[in-house]
């Protein structure tokens, strides 16, 4: 008989107290590899309100499309200084900024790449379970087209998970995290 | 860019799990979504997640109770237990992070501010520790408070500690509360409520442990956490 797993529970309005050993807003150290970027946004509930009591994780691949996992046995390297992981809780008004490099594409179903993307779990006071989403690039169009996760969401509904470039910064984008109601993220049953 | 065929992970059974949207919690009205979930199959992406064998594992961190200038004020506990997956097999150097009220049921934050109960000045109330080989972890801390919140007239949170877990993969990452057996509040709170199965919501709630129990100083509370376990389908990846 396999054991009944535990069921999730909200982080509740005081975690910045307790996840503080893992928080990391900075994922690639200087000399690592691929383009360096950064990426900041809003996460945001149904009344457009921003949320304080949040936190951001990051899960993704270097820029040869490699994750720093045992897992990952494809031959490309895993780079010294970049473990493709991060934390970042939100401010006062919801916001969160964090800096790493663009991932490369990883393999996906029917051993067809994936578009570059980065895993991303929301956590939150009122959340009871982690909300689970993906960060794609607007410069892909053509991989995110054909990416198998992408075509499972409703077409309108796709510009949610893409980040979109602050003019006049190259390595900038912007993205948010809309909850609930008008523009709202899709989330993934993960 | 084909590699080795690998297994995903399980998805939690009917009402194993709790509800974003749940009606109980005023929390969740504003923030839980209002579209479904999209299901998503698990590829390299899901199945990997960020390791911590490197992690600088410092013991002082799992004792909660050797404050700054003295002992943590309230009743010292052992809570200990084993991250295991679904079929029972030990989850090994896993970060298990945890935080909690001080006794009278205040937490070391900015927006607790009751006035009407003290913070301790030897109690932070956050820790962490690693897994060994064999998935187990071990905290001493003291036995937190219940407290009042605005949830619903009279509401009160059951004691309870937060613990947060990764697991192998970014599809195990776990945050979840443990809460003491025989609490009368536990039939009152949404939070725990919120997930449907009764069996399931057993699993939040630790066992009294004479074995961990130290003698004239501590009693022991065993708390194992079951993470998703391994599809036995493989994936074609």
């Not at chain 1, 000399?31 to 993704?60: F, N, T, Y």
């Not at chain 1, 994936?114 to 956590?123: C, G, L, N, T």
């Not at chain 2, 002082?60 to 309230?74: F, Q, S, Y």
């Not at chain 2, 939070?191 to 069996?199: L, M, R, W």
Request: glycine content about 10%.
């Amino acid at each position: 008989m396999p054991l009944i797993p535990t069921p999730s529970q909200t982080v509740g309005p005081y975690f910045t107290i307790g996840c503080t050993p893992g928080n990391c807003d900075s994922l690639a150290a200087p000399g690592v590899a691929g383009k360096h970027i950064a990426i900041a946004g809003r996460v945001l509930d149904g009344d457009g309100a921003p949320v304080p009591d949040s936190m951001l994780e990051i899960w993704q691949a270097n820029s040869y499309g490699k994750y720093a996992h045992p897992e990952d046995t494809q031959d490309k390297p895993i780079e010294p200084g970049f473990r493709g992981y991060g934390r970042i809780p939100t401010d006062d008004d919801g916001k969160f900024r964090f800096s790493t490099i663009l991932p490369g594409p990883v393999p996906g179903p029917d051993g067809k790449p994936q578009a570059p993307h980065i895993e991303v779990s929301v956590f939150a006071r009122g959340l009871m379970r982690r909300l689970v989403t993906r960060i794609y690039f607007p410069d892909e169009a053509n991989a995110n087209e054909t990416d198998f996760a992408l075509r499972r969401v409703d077409p309108p509904r796709r510009a949610t998970l893409t980040a979109r470039k602050v003019p006049g910064q190259a390595a900038q984008f912007e993205w948010n995290v809309i909850l609930q109601g008008a523009g709202e993220t899709v989330f993934f049953d993960c | 860019m084909r590699v080795a065929t690998i297994p995903g992970y399980r998805r939690a059974g009917s009402g194993q799990q709790p509800v974003n949207a749940y009606a109980g919690y005023a929390s969740s009205l504003k923030r839980a979504p209002a579209q479904p979930l999209i299901y998503l199959p698990h590829t390299l992406s899901e199945i990997t997640g960020p390791t911590f064998e490197d992690f600088l594992d410092d013991p002082k961190a799992a004792d909660l109770t050797e404050g700054r200038v003295g002992k943590a004020i309230g009743e010292r506990i052992v809570v200990s237990g084993r991250v295991l997956d679904e079929d029972g097999r030990p989850v090994r150097r896993t970060l298990v992070e945890l935080w909690q009220a001080n006794a009278g049921g205040r937490y070391r934050h900015l927006v607790d501010q009751r006035p009407d109960v003290a913070l301790d000045p030897n109690f932070e109330g956050c820790g962490h520790t690693l897994t060994d080989a064999e998935g187990r972890y071990r905290f001493v801390t003291i036995r937190p408070g219940e407290y009042p919140w605005r949830n619903h007239y009279n509401a009160w949170r059951p004691a309870h500690i937060h613990f947060s877990v990764f697991g192998p993969a970014f599809a195990t990452r776990l945050v979840t509360q443990m809460y003491f057996p025989g609490d009368p509040l536990l039939a009152f709170d949404p939070i725990y409520n919120s997930t449907a199965d009764e069996e399931a919501r057993q699993r939040l709630i630790s066992a009294f442990d004479w074995e961990t129990t130290i003698p004239n100083t501590a009693l022991g509370y065993r708390f194992d956490i079951v993470l998703s376990g391994r599809d036995a389908t493989p994936m074609e990846l």
